[in-house]
């Protein structure tokens, strides 16, 4: 089936941007709903943001007005614009998509990339 793999993480100054990439391959139907997460030094994960194959997005209060999520179909490259970091950004973040190998929503299975660290300091 499918495997995502995160890239474009780094450090950055606080105000600074990033651009984090997620790109899927392997043998698949289609992608539905992708999701970005993060996890920062002894917290739990949380929900960064989600677009639909339809490109409705959806952004966790944190994120709204700084962050864009997007997708490119037809590479299976999906996108996190993080635009005036802050140091409370600092995480791992993770791309999460749902991939199917047929038409069939049953064949539907969540996948998660490795992640890429975001680190935001001076």
């Known amino acids: 089936q499918g495997q995502l793999v995160e890239s474009g993480g780094g450090l950055v100054q606080p105000g600074g941007s990033l651009r984090l990439s997620c790109v899927a391959s392997?043998?698949?139907?289609?992608?539905?709903?992708v999701y970005w997460y993060r996890q920062a030094p002894e917290k739990e994960r949380e929900y960064v943001a989600r677009i639909t194959g339809r490109h409705n997005k959806h952004y966790a209060d944190f994120a709204q007005g700084r962050f864009t999520i997007s997708r490119d179909n037809a590479n299976n490259t999906f996108y996190l614009q993080m635009n005036n970091l802050k140091p409370e950004d600092t995480a791992v973040y993770y791309c999460?998509?749902?991939?199917?190998?047929?038409?069939?929503?049953?064949?539907?299975?969540?996948?998660w990339g490795q992640g890429t660290q975001v680190t935001v300091s001076s």
């Open positions: 999460n998509a749902e991939i199917c190998a047929t038409y069939l929503s049953r064949s539907c299975r969540d996948h």
């Open positions: 392997g043998t698949f139907y289609n992608i539905g709903y």
